[in-house]
Antibody, heavy 125, light 110 residues
Framework: QLHLLESGPGLVKPSETLSLTCTVSGGSIGGTNYHWAWIRQSPGKGLEWIGSIYYTGSPYYGPSLASRLAMSVDTSKNQFSLRLTSVTAADTAVYYCARLSLRHRGHYEATFDIWGQGTVVSVSS | QSVLTQPPSASGTPGQRVAISCSGS????????VSWYQHLPRTAPKLLIYRSDQRASGVPDRFSGSKSGTSASLAISGLRSEDEADYYCAAWDDSLDVVLFGGGTRLTVL
């Protein structure tokens, strides 16, 4: 059974770069029709899709963070990663990684079917 | 403010049926499939419904999804205390090229 696990620092200083990694176990990250996604939930708020990446490295970024965001995939380690630059307190959130089924057969199907447990990131000096 | 609009709260008593709505536009719900997620505090969100009306594996048939025009709905029948959670809808938006989530609905079982 596929399992996703987020890792990274729990505390990041303002203006610094947040780096998170999602390790996929129980299956391969490559050679499938799935995308690999990051979603976050800020305190007291709902879920926000940050972006997604295909195993070939082709990313989709949400517009609100696109200018500060970079996602990458390492198929040799079965991992994908997120880098968010110039963080502020507004980036404090629980960050989840998830597998995304993104298919277009006349209509888009976007389904996050497997999620990690989430990792808490606080931005504070 | 989310582009997909959900009521912030819903409630029901055990055994009742409740429905949670998700309103969007012709660019998202109007032309694409909707998925629904259950989120309990400090846990990973769980997929309930995909392709607007298909139950995910292991999801009880008490949960059902539907879509009409630019709105979708998640219905929960035979309400149980363990159904108390936050529920989110999601859909791809063709105009923004993004996945949108609704703002979430907190379901309380009275």
């Amino acid at each position: 059974q596929l399992h996703l696990l987020e890792s990274g620092p729990g505390l990041v200083k303002p203006s610094e770069t947040l780096s998170l990694t999602c390790t996929v176990s129980g299956g391969s990250i490559g050679g499938t029709n799935y995308h690999w996604a990051w979603i976050r939930q800020s305190p007291g708020k709902g879920l926000e899709w940050i972006g997604s990446i295909y195993y070939t490295g082709s990313p989709y970024y949400g517009p609100s963070l696109a200018s500060r965001l970079a996602m990458s995939v390492d198929t040799s380690k079965n991992q994908f990663s997120l880098r968010l630059t110039s963080v502020t307190a507004a980036d404090t959130a629980v960050y989840y990684c998830a597998r995304l089924s993104l298919r277009h057969r006349g209509h888009y199907e976007a389904t996050f079917d497997i999620w990690g447990q989430g990792t808490v990131v606080s931005v504070s000096s | 403010q989310s582009v997909l609009t959900q009521p912030p709260s819903a409630s029901g008593t055990p055994g009742q049926r409740v429905a949670i709505s998700c309103s969007g536009s012709s660019f998202n719900i109007g032309r694409n499939y909707v998925s629904w997620y259950q989120h309990l505090p400090r846990t990973a969100p769980k997929l309930l419904i995909y392709r607007s009306d298909q139950r995910a594996s292991g999801v009880p048939d008490r949960f059902s999804g539907s879509k009409s025009g630019t709105s979708a709905s998640l219905a929960i029948s035979g309400l149980r205390s363990e159904d108390e959670a936050d529920y989110y809808c999601a859909a791809w938006d063709d105009s923004l090229d993004v996945v949108l989530f609704g703002g979430g609905t907190r379901l309380t079982v009275l």
